[in-house]
């Protein structure tokens, strides 16, 4: 490992081992959200000064699990990074536990804090709280998984996923103070203050989502 980039055999072994079987997630869970948790894992890693090549590959693991079910995707994916012994290459098996450990810890309503640093980093990383994308992610999962859904439906479970999620009371926690995370939260919840604004973004995202799933 350099000092700014994890290993290059590393890079080239999760991109052509792991990274594609992301594509069976959808639009909401798929290579585009991966791709953006290992960009900001690996800043928020540098700023902390924490092993660039352990921040990569959690975050290249921590929505494997996704291939079984949603509610336990976390544990799914700590037990499948745990199980790949591939990754002895690169790590001792005390690193493995505590990436095991920080895959499992990244979920946003994990009841407790991730025990180390590295599951604050790929927790931080994960919130993808840019508030455009945090919307769209939102209208996606709905679309996805919920087909059956009317459009009114939709409206009412995007408002109440912000709610619980995002909103003053809501059940996410930022990890790493100075964030960017932490102006995007805000702005999220300034347009959840605004219902009417609130809904002209679900609009369009659920018109713009609704046909890229039906082309």
Known sequence: MTETTPSLDLVHFVETNILPRYAEFGRSHGISHVQRVISRSLVLARRVGADLNMAYAIAAYHDIGMNGPRAIHHITGGKILAADQRLRKWFSTEQIKVMR???????????????????????EADRDLEPETVFRRTVQFGLENYPEKSREEHWERFCQHMKEKYSPQGYISLWIPGSPNEEYLKQIRSTLGNPAELKKVFDRLFEEESKAQSS
């Open 101 to 123: 450990e920080a895959v499992e810890d990244h979920r946003a309503s994990a009841s407790h804090a991730p025990r180390s640093i590295y599951g604050k980093i790929v927790a």
